[in-house]
């Protein structure tokens, strides 16, 4: 009977190889330090950024350093790396400096800006972020400082493709004034997040067709209108009006939660049953 063959145990291969010794360590130092200090998986990471692979590691150190010494977390920042792992190997300075500066952000606030919109970070200062901060600044009359945060994720945006054309969209399709739409602005900046025709035409819409209410009184006096679902809360709640008669603004059609709806509908239909007795 033939004795069995012992085999020698499995080793594991790296998935990558590199040349040279030294580099090999380097190498697995980074992806360490990707993996168990910033607790992200790092091939994605390398395959975005290959510049990666050569940078040397105190530089993504640093990269993070200055995450965190602006008060974000490193769980923080393996969320703005794991988005835009460019950042790694090209530290955002120059963007956190403006953001802290120039908006101005305090910590606390910038944190909840950079984590909402990693962008912020890998956006041009020239190009977008001082542009976008003058538009606001300037042709809003936004002056509040701190930057209120809605209108802070906003910098990441282009004020010529995206800003501007949604404050023209607005004027010209309410009638107000710049100076009233830059008003309705100041108090929901969100509603430049919008899209045009995904968003804020189709309520515009169906607030002067359907609900036959002047679009421009409606958004002076409730302006986060366009925060609300069409379908999920605006057409339901407006029908569940129209079938029982019942006049109610727009703020507390909109705000009150289903049951306080519905509680208010029973309590408005009691007491017009009660009148007709």
């Given at each position: 009977m033939l004795a069995r063959a012992r085999l020698p145990p499995r080793t594991h291969l790296p998935p990558i190889t590199t040349d040279g010794g030294g580099a090999g360590v380097e190498f697995r130092r980074k992806i360490h330090f990707l993996s168990s200090e910033l607790h992200v998986d790092p091939f994605p990471l390398l395959a975005i950024n290959p510049m990666l692979r050569s940078a040397?590691?105190?530089?993504?150190?640093?990269?993070?350093?200055?995450?965190?010494?602006?008060?974000?977390?490193?769980l923080d920042a393996a969320r703005v790396f794991s988005a835009f792992p460019s950042l790694l190997t090209s530290p955002?300075?120059?963007?956190?400096?403006?953001?802290?500066?120039?908006?101005?952000?305090?910590?606390?606030?910038?944190?909840?800006?950079?984590?909402?919109?990693?962008?912020l970070l890998a956006a041009s200062v020239p190009d977008t972020l001082r542009p976008a901060l003058l538009f606001f600044r300037r042709r809003v009359s936004l002056r509040r400082e701190p930057l209120p945060l809605a209108a802070a994720l906003l910098l990441a945006f282009?004020?010529?493709?995206?800003?501007?054309?949604?404050?023209?969209?607005?004027?010209?399709?309410?009638?107000?004034?710049?100076?009233?739409v830059c008003a309705v602005l100041r108090r929901a900046p969100?509603?430049?997040?919008?899209?045009?025709?995904?968003?804020?035409?189709?309520?515009?819409?169906?607030?002067?067709?359907?609900?036959?209410?002047?679009p421009a009184a409606e958004l002076a006096e409730f302006p986060h209108y366009f925060a609300f679902s069409l379908e999920g809360r605006i057409k339901p709640r407006h029908?569940?009006?129209?079938?029982?008669?019942?006049?109610?603004?727009?703020?507390?059609?909109?705000?009150?939660?289903?049951?306080?709806?519905?509680?208010?509908?029973?309590?408005?239909?009691l007491s017009d049953t009660k009148a007709r007795l």
């Open positions: 040397p590691l105190p530089l993504l150190r640093d990269s993070l350093r200055l995450l965190t010494s602006h008060g974000l977390t490193t955002p300075e120059e963007p956190l400096r403006f953001l802290s500066a120039d908006a101005p952000l305090p910590p606390p606030l910038l944190r909840s800006a950079v984590v909402r919109s990693p962008r282009n004020v010529e493709r995206t800003l501007l054309p949604k404050l023209l969209f607005l004027r010209d399709a309410t009638g107000l004034p710049d100076s009233a969100a509603i430049l997040s919008y899209g045009i025709e995904t968003n804020l035409r189709p309520k515009l819409e169906f607030l002067a067709e359907r609900m036959q209410r002047d029908e569940a009006l129209r079938e029982r008669g019942i006049e109610m603004p727009l703020k507390d059609m909109l705000t009150s939660n289903d049951d306080d709806f519905r509680e208010r509908l029973v309590n408005v239909t």
